[in-house]
């Protein structure tokens, strides 16, 4: 028979508003096995802590249930305390009377009701509880980080800074992400009052230090044009699957000196990197300072893949760097840490007829902006109108374009920096070309960063830019091949047509599309809109639910540079607090099969997400009838507990230690009496 304590927390007035906490201790006192019974105010206090092992040591209390938070809050506050008191950890229960209970009813008899079950149940888990012990792992000193943006070269610094070695895979040719298709970049540093420009700093002259130092790094092994194929193991230990995907150019043997894609005759592609605004070669590298700076064949637009012919490339190689013959090579790895920091993609806007995107030209996203500014752009940095190269006297920008949207063509949520980088795109241009005019239509603009609201307001003051608070409903290509969008004034309460030259439109972001099959190589959690999730949103911001898988920049949320970089540098952190441990423990709520039930039907191996299943042949002794069988077998440092299989087994062989099938009709039980 168990010697059980319960502890009902008060949690302040957030449960102790709601329920009637000293009937819960005091009910609690007739449940099976309970021997001491309290209630206290903060339970994961100092003095709370000391109040439970006081109680396990006098009493001698073989379990203990504290009715409290969610356990995803203070389970392991629980189970240490208990330990450093004599107590087996996994002889600590937590019936969560304040998610479950107190914060979501109002009612104080019903509620305290509910508590009481709720303990109950958690008396009746812990009276079957044996102890557990947990095992040990070692730690893969290496950490690999998959997208190399600013945020992961970023993570991938620090980590490799602190010693430990990094694996960077970045699936276009070059390192960089977005940042390296930026032209200038806020936030500035200068605050308002400098009637000077802004220094904006140019992306590139700040961004490829880091590329080069990334790619310079005696820890940081850099995969280009390269994917993760696969995934296994676990925190501290997972082996991972990459695909080098065939350059058909020998990076050993290129010197970069780009005669091949002078020379290639087929130049039709679009150019990925000037977002399809011009047209590159089919042996091609993305842009300028690409790290490495190898080109890359696409097999599909060349035409020696195509036909057979042509070969000019290697034929102009000085150096024999073209290998047609290449392919994929896979290369296996092992990790102990992963970092995921795979960027964004900005909305497609086939949705959005009435902003013409697709009739006009002229009609561009910011983000094309940024590389029609760019002296490496396809206008070699002139602002020109994309249909005839003339020079655009009145620009129409207009934000929030498939952000903060109601209806399911776009988005629920604001894009964070578009607001910022309208301001940007309106002060270069009025900097640049002061006769032209530039209106901004807007619903809010969203500046709540250091010195933001200053650089908003000087674009206001400083440079005129014309602020509109209304949202524009069509914009109509004229035959004379200007614009003509329609709008609405707010504030004013009218409609406006106005006539333009260029509109920009601040195109929602998104996470990259493959964040989807990452995360489920990963076992990591996505949001309703596909950014991956936190395992705490407010105190383990960079860390995933899985263990041992960190999260670093826009693939988490939107943000701009700054806020990716001091992410990055936190997903570092946390990785090298994995890095810096040599073992694990190892959680024992694994699953086991039942020798003498377990038909080795291959229904658990099937449903496991970990592949931690496997089959044996083992001699089994049933009713005194010896036979050899083909049985499951779990592999407990693989198991992560999920109990998939405890559910699809259909001869009920599979059973969780800690979460028994006995222990949960228990708890049921208990709840229905
Ligand atoms: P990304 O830059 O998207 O990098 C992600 C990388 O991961 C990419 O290289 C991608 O190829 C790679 N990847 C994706 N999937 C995989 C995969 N499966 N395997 C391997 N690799 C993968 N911010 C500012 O602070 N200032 C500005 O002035 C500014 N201007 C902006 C203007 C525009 C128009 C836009 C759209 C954004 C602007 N930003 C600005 C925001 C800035 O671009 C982002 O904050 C920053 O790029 C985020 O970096 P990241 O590394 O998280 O993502
Ligand atoms: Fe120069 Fe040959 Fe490399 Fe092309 S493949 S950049 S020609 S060395
Ligand atoms: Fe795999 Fe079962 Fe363990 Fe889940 S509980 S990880 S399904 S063995």
């Known amino acids: 028979?168990?010697?059980?304590?319960?502890?009902?927390?008060?949690?302040?007035?957030?449960?102790?508003?709601?329920?009637?906490?000293?009937?819960?201790?005091?009910?609690?006192?007739?449940?099976?096995?309970?021997?001491?019974?309290?209630?206290?105010?903060?339970?994961?206090?100092?003095?709370?802590?000391?109040?439970?092992?006081?109680?396990?040591?006098?009493?001698?209390?073989?379990?203990?249930?504290?009715?409290?938070?969610?356990?995803?809050?203070?389970?392991?506050?629980?189970?240490?305390?208990?330990?450093?008191?004599?107590?087996?950890?996994?002889?600590?229960?937590?019936?969560?009377?304040?998610?479950?209970?107190?914060?979501?009813?109002?009612?104080?008899?019903?509620?305290?009701?509910?508590?009481?079950?709720?303990?109950?149940?958690?008396?009746?888990?812990?009276?079957?509880?044996?102890?557990?012990?947990?095992?040990?792992?070692?730690?893969?000193?290496?950490?690999?980080?998959?997208?190399?943006?600013?945020?992961?070269?970023?993570?991938?610094?620090?980590?490799?800074?602190?010693?430990?070695?990094?694996?960077?895979?970045?699936?276009?040719?070059?390192?960089?992400?977005?940042?390296?298709?930026?032209?200038?970049?806020?936030?500035?540093?200068?605050?308002?009052?400098?009637?000077?420009?802004?220094?904006?700093?140019?992306?590139?002259?700040?961004?490829?230090?880091?590329?080069?130092?990334?790619?310079?790094?005696e820890k940081i092994n850099i995969y280009t044009y390269s994917e993760v194929d696969k995934v296994s193991g676990f925190v501290g230990d997972f082996t991972v699957d990459i695909r080098k995907k065939a350059r058909s150019v020998d990076m050993d043997k290129c010197t970069g000196c780009g005669v091949c894609q002078e020379k290639c005759p087929s130049k039709k592609s679009l150019n990925e990197f000037n977002r399809g605004l011009n047209n590159r070669s089919a042996i091609y590298t993305p842009f300028a300072q690409a790290i490495p700076n190898v080109p890359v064949i696409d097999r599909d637009a060349c035409i020696k893949f195509k036909t057979g012919k042509c070969g000019i490339c290697s034929k102009v190689c000085q150096a024999g760097a073209i290998d047609y013959e290449q392919k994929d090579e896979i290369i296996t790895e092992k990790y102990g840490a992963i970092v995921v920091a795979t960027g964004f993609d900005t909305i497609k806007l086939d949705k959005y007829d009435e902003y013409a995107y697709n009739q006009s030209k002229d009609v561009i996203t910011s983000l094309e902006l940024e590389r029609v500014m760019n002296a490496a752009g396809p206008t070699h940095g002139h602002l020109e109108r994309l249909s005839d190269g003339k020079a655009p006297k009145e620009i129409v920008f207009i934000q929030c374009v498939g952000s903060r949207c109601s209806d399911d063509r776009g988005k629920p949520y604001c894009s964070k920096i578009c607001c910022m980088y309208t301001a940007k795109h309106a002060m270069l241009i009025r900097d640049k070309y002061p006769d032209v005019n530039v209106t901004v239509f807007y619903i809010d603009v969203r500046t709540p960063g250091k010195n933001f609201d200053e650089f908003y307001r000087r674009a206001v003051e400083q440079y005129g830019v014309n602020y509109i608070k209304g949202q524009v409903g069509k914009v109509i290509p004229q035959p004379n091949g200007k614009l003509l969008v329609q709008g609405a004034d707010l504030l004013d309460n009218k409609q406006i047509l106005k006539e333009a030259d260029m509109v920009v439109l601040a195109t929602a972001i998104e996470p990259n599309p493959d964040v989807r099959k990452i995360a489920t190589m990963l076992t990591a959690s996505i949001d309703t809109n596909n950014f991956l999730t936190e395992a705490h949103a407010k105190l383990r911001p960079v860390e995933s639910p899985t263990a041992g898988i960190f999260l670093s920049g826009v693939c988490q949320g939107p943000k701009d540079i700054p806020e990716t970089v001091a992410q990055a540098g936190a997903a570092a952190v946390k990785a090298i607090g994995l890095l810096a441990k040599d073992k694990l423990l190892t959680n024992p709520c694994t699953a086991q099969a039942d020798v003498l039930l377990c038909n080795g039907c291959s229904t658990c191996e099937n449903v496991c997400p970990y592949g931690a299943i496997t089959y044996e042949d083992k001699e089994v002794n049933d009713h005194g009838i010896r036979e050899t069988r083909r049985v499951a077998v779990v592999n407990n440092a693989l198991c992560q507990g999920c109990g998939a299989c405890t559910v699809a087994c259909p001869s009920g062989a599979m059973d969780l230690q800690g979460f028994s099938n006995r222990q949960i009709i228990a708890e049921v039980d208990a709840i229905c009496r």
């Not at 009715?67 to 019936?95: D, Q, W």
């Not at 040990?136 to 980080?145: H, I, M, N, Y």
């Open 1 to 217: 028979m168990q010697r059980i304590g319960v502890f009902v927390c008060h949690c302040g007035s957030n449960i102790a508003a709601t329920v009637d906490v000293s009937k819960v201790a005091e009910l609690a006192l007739m449940e099976p096995g309970v021997v001491h019974a309290e209630d206290y105010q903060y339970m994961c206090s100092e003095a709370g802590q000391a109040k439970i092992a006081a109680a396990i040591q006098e009493k001698n209390l073989t379990g203990i249930v504290v009715c409290s938070c969610s356990p995803r809050m203070h389970e392991a506050t629980f189970r240490k305390a208990a330990e450093r008191a004599g107590l087996n950890p996994y002889m600590v229960e937590i019936a969560n009377i304040r998610e479950h209970c107190s914060w979501i009813h109002k009612d104080i008899e019903e509620a305290t009701k509910k508590a009481v079950i709720l303990m109950r149940a958690a008396v009746a888990k812990v009276n079957l509880n044996t102890p557990l012990q947990a095992g040990e792992s070692r730690v893969t000193k290496r950490a690999l980080v998959i997208g190399g943006g600013i945020a992961g070269i970023q993570t991938a610094l620090d980590i490799a800074d602190a010693g430990y070695e990094v694996d960077i895979v970045e699936k276009t040719p070059s390192i960089g992400g977005r940042m390296s298709q930026l032209d200038k970049t806020f936030p500035t540093l200068d605050c308002l009052g400098i009637k000077t420009f802004p220094t904006l700093d140019c992306s590139a002259c700040i961004l490829t230090p880091k590329m080069v130092e990334a790619a310079a790094h």
